[in-house]
């Protein structure tokens, strides 16, 4: 998967979007659905089983933890629905019962927004798996104590249906919608990996709300947000491993592994930031943060065809594959000079973050918005074998190559770049 494509499937938009549209067509044409899924009855009601199992296995080893509590409200749920309430002719008991459960779970899968520590094995985890454990028994309890005479009197008070829109009480309908689109603006707004496993199930089990009424709606919903999970999972892995959580640009893995494959005609420029350290003393290690955000940012500006990596600290890789040091030149000169030309505002003391203790510039009384420059040295080297003249070298060569072409950069007076054909 390139890593446009990749970049794509972690946005915001995205992340809304691909459920809903994948739940359109279950919406417009239900039925079509339950004809083509009848020969799969049985493995559709142990799909959502199989996948959710497999989510909450994955998801601790794999530091997904809100997931796993999704999937974990998810199975339970869907072993209730399943065992309970998913049957004709329902007692005014068990029509209670669904209520229960229909309106405690979008809340609680909405609460995991909030949740401040999302591991499942974690203080809030167990405290979580605890009040989902107690709402479960006071259910229990309390639909033990209960009669039909006692809940009848519901359905027209409250939990009536509008039987030209759905069976389920539109009370509960109208709960369920608004969570899953404040959900949905919480993906917008924040789009946290965990928020957009949330916004799935709160959507595809407010399709099975709506449609309960139809036959094995809720495995066929279940089923597909089980398997968006498990996506989510192997999506947010794959960002862990290759994306850099800084910058956001390709990291040192994405990069090897184009090291790997890469051959023919390339260039390689390592850029290094200047002074970097003496920056990062001055105003602060998350302010040194911030600026290899921004130098992140410009870099991805980067004209030719340039693929972007973040090397490591405060060095990055720009690889344009299909060209010569020499072409490349223009474009790595004006990136430098729009780094240099950016005016970076420091903010002052009251502005900046707590945690920044080892900035020595923040000013004691407020201080004043300062603006600074930072500068980049870029050493440049292609696979051109300058005795050959053949593009026959290694990946490891060229790097080499310009790693020595930035030190040249850095010794012969930084803010610069400096193109180094390897003899
Ligand atoms: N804020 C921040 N600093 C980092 C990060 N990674 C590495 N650094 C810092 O980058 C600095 C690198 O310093 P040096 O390698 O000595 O180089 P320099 O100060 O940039 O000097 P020259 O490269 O010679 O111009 C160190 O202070 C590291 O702590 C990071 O992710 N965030």
């Known amino acids: 998967m390139s890593f446009f494509s990749f970049t794509i499937i972690r946005s915001a938009p995205f992340r809304v979007l691909f459920p809903l549209l994948l739940s359109l067509p279950l919406c417009i044409s239900v039925d079509q659905f339950l004809i083509f899924l009848t020969p799969y009855h049985s493995l559709i009601s142990t799909f959502p089983y199989i996948m959710l199992s497999i989510v909450i296995f994955l998801s601790q080893p794999f530091n997904q933890g809100a997931t796993g509590l999704v999937a974990l409200l998810m199975v339970v749920s869907f072993y209730l629905v399943q065992r309970y309430v998913g049957i004709a002719d329902l007692t005014d008991i068990q029509k209670f019962a669904f209520c229960l459960l229909v309106f405690a779970l979008p809340v609680n899968l ?10 499942l094995l974690s203080r809030f985890g167990i405290n979580y798996l ?14 033990e104590q209960i009669t039909n005479e006692n809940v009848s009197w519901l359905w027209s ?15 509960l309908i109208i709960i369920s919608i608004f969570l899953t689109l404040i959900s949905a603006f919480i993906v917008l707004f924040r789009n946290a990996n965990f928020d957009h496993t949330i916004f799935i199930n709160l959507l595809f089990s407010t399709i099975a709300l709506i449609f309960f009424d139809t036959p094995q709606i809720s495995a066929i919903c279940f089923s597909l947000a089980a398997t968006l999970l498990l996506l989510g999972i192997i999506t947010s892995s794959h960002e862990l491993a290759f994306v850099d959580q800084l910058t956001e640009l390709q990291g040192r893995r994405a990069l090897e592994i184009e090291m790997e494959h890469i051959n023919g005609l390339y260039t390689i420029a390592m850029l290094d930031v200047d002074h970097f350290k003496l920056f990062n003393d001055s105003y602060g290690h998350r302010t040194g943060d911030e600026v ?12 030719g065809n340039a693929s972007v990596f973040r090397y490591g600290g405060e060095e990055f890789i720009i690889l344009f594959k299909g060209k010569n040091s020499n072409q490349c030149l223009p474009y790595l000169n ?51 074998n300058n005795r050959t003249k053949l593009h026959t070298l290694g990946a490891d060569e060229v790097l080499k190559a310009a790693d020595k072409a930035l030190y040249r950069a850095k010794s012969g007076g930084r803010n610069r770049v400096t193109n180094l054909r390897f003899a």
Not at 110 to 119: D, V
Not at 159 to 167: F, G
Request: overall charge positive; glycine content about 4%.
């Open 334 to 384: 004006e990136l430098r000079s729009k780094i240099a030309k950016y005016d970076l505002v420091i903010r002052d003391h009251y502005e900046r973050p707590i945690l920044d203790k080892d900035a020595k510039n923040c000013g004691q009384n407020g201080g004043e918005h300062k603006t600074v420059n930072i500068t980049v040295s870029i050493g440049v080297a292609d696979s051109i």
């Open 110 to 119: 909405f609460m995991i927004h909030f949740l401040p520590e999302k591991r």
């Open 130 to 143: 605890l009040l989902i454990l107690f709402q479960v028994i006071w259910c229990w309890l309390l639909l």
């Open 292 to 303: 290899l955000r921004l130098v992140a940012q410009i870099m991805k500006q980067t004209e």
């Open 157 to 171: 008070a409250y939990l009536k249906p509008i039987p030209a829109l759905s069976s389920s009480p539109l009370l």
